[in-house]
């Protein structure tokens, strides 16, 4: 399928350079998801500004984070940011989806067998599926606020190496509140992304992880 004119504008416009083949995958993926829009709420950003300048930048900022065979879960997946083009942008990586929704979630499983991307889609609440199967990364954007995610993962880190979240400006208001109710005691929280979101504000968008105090695994 040749590339969109106006995704490649966009692209551009925002300094963003894909292969065409990835290119191809997540034009493929975004017009598939576009058309289920029109049937289900799946998303607001349906131009291909606000497809590149909000979801992909996103995406491209997460995906160098994970190590090569990670297993890694995107909770609250809703129309598949961040998981489907993490996995088009990392296929060494395993991506499943867990959506709560039972009729997103049948949309999910509908978009990824159209554009044919290995990812497994669970209709399930993502904190009850960590109590049976275990997933390397958790990744999430616009779910929960961090103290929401901790409680959600309390009692189930034995299945989690860590939390990336995917926040904007309002994480330090966010960070004060978990730390406040107690929440990060027994986790530490780095930023492990920053960049620019482009608005007139001049906001910063950021990713952050947390993992176990007791886990050795991520310390510098
Ligand atoms: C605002 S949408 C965000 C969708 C997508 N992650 C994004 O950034 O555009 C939140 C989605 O998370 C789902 N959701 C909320 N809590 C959840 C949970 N505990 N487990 C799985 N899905 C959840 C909702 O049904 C909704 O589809």
């Known amino acids: 399928m040749p590339l969109d004119p106006e995704f490649v504008t966009a692209l551009s416009e925002h300094s963003i350079e894909l292969d065409d083949a990835v290119a191809e995958k997540i034009q493929h993926y975004v017009t598939v ?16 500004d606000l497809f590149v300048s909000r979801d992909l930048r996103d995406c491209l900022q997460l995906a160098p984070l994970l190590e090569a065979g990670e297993e890694v879960l995107d909770l609250g997946s809703g129309n598949g940011i961040p998981g489907i083009p993490l996995a088009i942008l990392r296929p060494d990586i395993e991506v499943s989806l867990a959506e709560s929704v039972a009729k997103r979630a049948k949309v999910l499983s509908e978009i990824v067998g159209e554009i044919g991307v290995q990812v497994t889609v669970y209709g399930a609440r993502g904190e009850d599926l960590l109590e049976d199967f275990r997933f390397t990364s958790v990744v999430s954007r616009a779910v929960g606020s961090i103290a929401k995610f901790c409680r959600w993962i309390e009692e189930r880190w034995m299945n989690v190496d860590r939390l990336l979240l995917i926040k904007g400006p309002k994480w330090l208001e966010e960070r004060g509140e978990a730390r406040h109710l107690g929440v990060l005691a027994n986790l530490q929280l780095r930023k492990v992304a920053a960049y620019p979101l482009g608005d007139a504000e001049e906001s910063e968008g950021v ?14």
């Not at 998801?33 to 291909?48: G, K, P, Q, S, V």
């Open 33 to 48: 998801m576009w058309r289920w829009n029109e049937d289900i709420n799946l998303t607001r950003h349906t131009t291909w």
């Open 207 to 220: 990713i952050l992880q947390i993992w176990p105090k007791e886990s050795t695994r991520y310390q510098e």
